[in-house]
């Protein structure tokens, strides 16, 4: 958002009513089955709980396959413009420092206290990475819902047939999926051409997006990762696009990178599902990836009461664990991972403990209000590298250089 409109949305949200309500709105962006598994929350939530109830209400995109978060940030931002946002959102980490800063959140760490509150040892029992990457200015403003790491799927059978192991670095991943491509005529390997694809090679080799008010992600490590997945596509071995997750859960193709939310889906079309860990560079760095629960200051007292009901019960350690085993999404309280439930559902389920294994690496991607914007440059970057339209040095270069000047606009704004 520009100055002024910042400036207006703070206006809006100090001197706007509170709109009288009977009813919680709660705006997320999960479709298919996970959006199902999120009603059947809501419903069984509403049932136990007597007061305004809990309405969940899609703004993702229009279209299936449209970015989903991306129109759910585009509709947060319309609503704060015109003073009626909804009571209860998921948001990210990079969009929670500018929604403080115009006083449209109500931290949640004003609700711990008091009988419905949660204590310190409930506080510290949230899974460490979500729990900091929800610390703003020492204060729990949000806490982690739908949170996932990525990891690589693979065609058990055609690992089988083939006589192939889950790579376990990059190398191994170029060799496997050539081997894949050659020997069957599949895609040895599918994946979105997203800034997480560029992120994982990054982030595996020691490096990082943004450090304080500079974008870092250029240089030789930036130039040889844009190239490690443009090399990939040129060669034919795999193939980057929108279609990644139908290819592969058709079993036309051989490995998949993904996050864990796709892991009830897939297991349900895909009998021979495999899952490993993302192959390994310099450094044990995986990327999580997932949104938080924020209250908006603009609800009534007894939405926001309402609101903080739903939040503590949607993670708590019972709830999580059932979200988990029916969503692929992780735990986000170290005690449901524990839970003997839990644990006996990943002794049937061996594929979600794979995740679980990678949080010990798990990185979060910047906080910056900024990174909306980067993630779209960057976005743009490795599919022009990708399809062949823009050298792979020339892509990262141009990205660096554009990151940063969205970076150095920002720090203009209030």
């Known amino acids: 958002m520009?100055?002024?409109?910042?400036?207006?949305v703070a206006i809006l949200t100090t001197?706007?009513?509170?709109?009288a309500q009977e009813e919680v709105r709660f705006w997320h962006a999960l479709r298919g089955s996970r959006g199902e598994a999120l009603q059947r929350l809501v419903q069984e939530y509403n049932r136990a709980h007597p007061g305004p109830g809990i309405v969940a209400v899609f703004k993702g995109a229009e279209q299936p396959g449209g970015?989903?978060?991306?129109?759910?940030?585009?509709?947060?931002?319309?609503?704060?413009?015109?003073?009626?946002?909804p009571d209860l959102a998921q948001v990210y980490e990079n969009w929670t420092p500018q929604l403080l800063e115009i006083g449209a959140l109500a931290p949640l760490d004003g609700f711990f206290q008091g009988s419905d509150g949660l204590t310190a040892g409930e506080q510290q029992d949230f899974v460490t990475v979500f729990r900091q990457a929800n610390l703003f200015q020492g204060r729990l403003v949000t806490l982690p819902f739908n949170k996932s790491i990525y990891v690589l799927y693979y065609n058990r059978p055609v690992f089988d047939k083939l006589g192939l192991t889950p790579p376990q670095s990059y190398q191994a991943l170029r060799e496997t999926a050539r081997t894949i491509h050659a020997k069957t005529g599949l895609p040895g390997l599918v994946a979105e051409p997203t800034v997480d694809l560029f992120g994982h090679y990054l982030v595996a080799h020691g490096g990082s997006f943004v450090v304080g008010n500079q974008a870092v992600f250029g240089g030789q490590l930036g130039e040889q990762g844009m190239s490690f997945w443009a090399n990939l596509a040129s060669e034919q071995s795999s193939v980057f696009a929108p279609d990644a997750a139908d290819r592969f859960g058709r079993g036309q193709a051989g490995m998949y990178i993904e996050t864990t939310s796709k892991l009830a889906g897939l297991e349900r079309h895909l009998p021979g599902l495999g899952v490993a860990p993302l192959p390994r560079g310099s450094a044990p760095a995986v990327q999580a990836a997932g949104t938080n629960l924020a209250i908006?200051?603009?609800a009534t007292p007894a939405a926001q009461k309402a609101a903080w009901g739903f939040v503590k019960w949607v993670t708590s350690p019972e709830i999580t664990a059932r979200w988990a085993s029916e969503t692929g999404y992780l735990p986000v309280r170290l005690s449901a991972i524990q839970s003997p439930t839990y644990q006996a559902f990943l002794k049937q389920h061996p594929n979600y403990a794979v995740g679980l294994s990678e949080l010990r690496h798990a990185v979060v991607q910047p906080r910056t209000p900024a990174w909306e914007s980067i993630r779209g440059i960057l976005d743009d970057a490795l599919t022009l590298s990708v399809s062949g339209k823009l050298p792979p040095q020339e892509a990262v270069q141009r990205a660096l250089a554009l990151a940063n000047e969205v970076l150095t606009r920002l720090q203009g704004q209030p």
């Open 296 to 298: 908006f200051s603009r």
């Open 15 to 19: 001197l706007l009513p509170a709109r």
């Open 67 to 85: 970015n989903d978060y991306a129109a759910l940030n585009r509709a947060l931002l319309e609503s704060l413009a015109l003073g009626e946002p």
């Open 2 to 8: 520009g100055k002024l409109l910042l400036a207006l």
